[in-house]
Every structure is written in C-alpha cells, then in structure tokens.
C-alpha cells in the first residue's frame, strides 16, 4: 500500500491544452491499429521522479457515457496527415485498461515544472534513452 502512495504522489496529470505539440491546435484523435477511432487525445501522466510519460490520457464516450482511460505511451506515432496519435490498443482492450479519475493524480503545476528542471533526479531512477 506505501508502495502504490509513493507511485501516485510522483505521478501528475498534464492536460492535452498544456502540451506543446507537433500538431495545429484543437482535438486530437487517437486511433487503433485498424485506423480506427478510439476518442480524443486529454493529456499524459508524467512520472516526476522518473522524468518520464508513462501514459495517455484518453477521453471516449459521449454525453451520457463518458470515460477516460490510461493507455500506453509506447508505441505511439504521430499521424501528421490525418492529425492523430496511433496507438497499439484496440475497443475491446480499451475497456480493460484502467480509468483515470482527475481527483485521484494532481496536475501538473508549475512547482513541478521548476524540480523537473533544475533538480537532479532521484537516486535509483535513469531517464529512458532510445
């Protein structure tokens, strides 16, 4: 139980707004392997210890039924053409990933921003070098 409060105290929500990216402005559909729609690009999770993402954050659903899930960061491809992130999950995997609950990961703040800057990492951790 520790174990899984220090993992979530380290990890931040970073809303899709907030997120310099590659593509113009606006929504941004995640699609399958398939080129199928998944829904709505939301943000990531960041690791703040690590230094890393280690998830997106993905809304679906509509008016009535409304969901966001944590997928995989690893693989995703930027789709510049068709403005959209592939991912290598599929509708009926999505179901079985985990929801994100907004008031269970703080956001991103701007204290956070200023540690990950001028902070050394944390001993045990090392950032990934593809």
């Given at each position: 139980m520790d174990d899984e409060l220090h993992v979530s105290n380290r990890l931040r929500y970073v809303p899709a707004d907030r997120i310099e990216f590659p593509l113009p402005s606006g929504p941004i559909d995640v699609r399958d392997r398939q080129n199928k729609p998944l829904g709505l690009f939301d943000g990531v999770i960041y690791d703040t210890t690590a230094r890393h993402v280690c998830f997106l954050v993905?809304?679906?659903g509509g008016f009535l039924r409304h969901h966001r899930y944590l997928l995989p960061v690893d693989p995703t491809r930027v789709d510049m053409e068709h403005r959209a992130l592939r991912v290598e999950v599929d509708r009926k995997e999505l179901d079985r990933l985990p929801e994100f609950n907004i008031h269970l990961i703080p956001q991103f703040s701007d204290a956070d921003f200023m540690r990950a800057l001028f902070s050394p990492p944390e001993?045990?951790?090392?950032?990934h070098v593809r």
């Open positions: 993905v809304e679906t001993v045990g951790f090392t950032r």
